[in-house]
């Protein structure tokens, strides 16, 4: 037996030797043109589990050789997330992300090589710029290198006025962040001021942000409502879920309990501190980073993810940007009742929020918080007045066909029949997202 063991492994090795060097011959007969930083389009898949030796493809560089190796083999992509090698039986020159996890290549004959050289080109036509991240310094610390100051506009309590920040020089070695004109005795060369960014919209054939939305809202379940005549949040909570309407309409959606949060009642006037622990549930729940933008919605919110998905489409975000969205043409242009960002702007927000906690005032209302955390830690936005309609700006109408969202309506009847008007506008103005 010992000695029919020790003829089996010898087999075992011989078949695995020459395996490999079949491999290696066919390696020697072709050529892989890498596209790091891409994933692409898989048309195809290949299983190539080799039959006697070992297959190591944990890397790159390797996963790519083993595609090489096989005749069969056009394309391979390598996730680094899972270590992931995939094989295809055909290229494409169709990317799906630009992102430093991926890496693609495409593998043939020598003779192929300037047509994979080619497809190559067309890929990266399609990669969007996105900027890095701004990084600006807040008031108290030194200015000289960032040349920006990180602190939002101080406004007058209708925001109708700003006072804004200016990073001024003091001396060689300091600058500082200061409201309204240099001290006295400084050099008081300005230097910069709030360099916030306004992300424009990809060109044609550059790849864009998709569409998926994980949406949630935060609801003080067992509080009762602030007036009478109103209805609970609990109850407005509900009636979203009876009627299937509202954030069960986004491609993924979460309730999160409000209360222990931080005192008084989920309104996003209300309550920084709330929040802050509202967001990190959303970051503890994990499922924002499966989908391209989170949005918060009020429950008193009437709220259509159907029309947030065209708008979206509209705005062409550039794949992978760190954005928030402006959503009203009101004061500082973002309510809470309908916070949009993407999954890059919230990554970027919870490996930064400790300076937000240190430097932005937890008075006032969680919007403009979460705004001036946004603009201080480099996040951009894009614009699009037309996403909100909100009575505290005197744009409460609910039969406008474009709309995303309406606010506020604090009772189940109110708000139910905010819905009905917005979708008979819709079908009455033919619009395509509704079919």
Request: glycine share 8%.
């Amino acid at each position: 037996a010992e000695a029919a063991g020790k003829k089996a492994d010898g087999e075992k090795e011989s078949a695995a030797s020459a395996e490999d060097k079949a491999l290696s011959e066919m390696g020697n007969l072709r050529v892989c043109v890498e596209l790091p930083g891409v994933r692409l389009t898989g048309n195809k898949p290949l299983n190539l589990t080799p039959i006697a030796t070992t297959m190591e493809t944990d890397s790159p560089e390797l996963c790519s050789s083993f595609c090489r190796k096989n005749e069969e083999c056009r394309q391979s992509v390598y996730s680094a997330g899972n270590k992931g090698c995939y094989f295809f039986a055909e290229a494409s020159d169709q990317p799906v992300a630009f992102n430093d996890k991926f890496n693609s290549s495409f593998c043939g004959g020598w003779d192929e090589n300037d047509a994979m050289v080619a497809m190559l080109k067309k890929v990266f036509k399609m990669k969007p710029y996105v900027p890095p991240v701004r990084y600006c310094s807040w008031a108290g610390d030194n200015c000289m290198e960032t040349k920006c100051c990180a602190n939002v506009p101080v406004p007058n309590w209708k925001f109708t006025e700003f006072e804004w920040y200016t990073c001024y020089k003091r001396d060689e070695n300091f600058a500082g962040c200061h409201l309204g004109p240099a001290p006295g005795n400084w050099d008081g060369t300005k230097l910069g001021g709030m360099g916030t960014r306004e992300v424009p919209k990809a060109p044609e054939g550059v790849l864009v942000q998709g569409t998926s939305l994980f949406c949630f809202a935060v609801v003080m379940w067992n509080n009762p409502p602030k007036e009478a005549f109103w209805s609970s949040e609990a109850e407005l909570a509900n009636n979203i879920k009876t009627t299937g309407r509202s954030i069960y309409q986004c491609d993924d959606h979460a309730f999160f309990e409000g209360s222990g949060l931080g005192g008084g009642d989920s309104s996003s006037i209300n309550n920084i501190d709330s929040f802050i622990g509202a967001w990190n549930k959303v970051r503890d729940d994990g499922r924002y980073l499966k989908h391209d933008w989170t949005v918060k919605v009020d429950c008193d919110a009437v709220f259509f993810p159907d029309r947030l998905k065209r708008h979206l489409w509209d705005l062409r975000t550039p794949q992978g940007s760190r954005v928030y969205l402006k959503n009203i043409n009101f004061k500082f242009q973002f309510l809470g009742a309908l916070e949009i960002f993407t999954k890059e702007a919230l990554e970027r927000y919870y490996e930064a929020s400790g300076q937000c906690s240190q430097h932005v005032g937890h008075q006032g209302g969680e919007d403009y918080y979460m705004m001036a955390c946004m603009d201080g830690i480099g996040v951009d936005h894009q614009t699009d007045f037309k996403l909100l309609n909100d009575k505290y700006a005197a744009t409460g109408n609910c039969h406008d066909p474009w709309v995303v969202g309406f606010h506020f309506y604090k009772k189940v009847t109110s708000w139910n029949q905010c819905h009905d008007d917005a979708e008979k506008a819709a079908q009455a103005s033919n619009m395509h997202f509704l079919q």
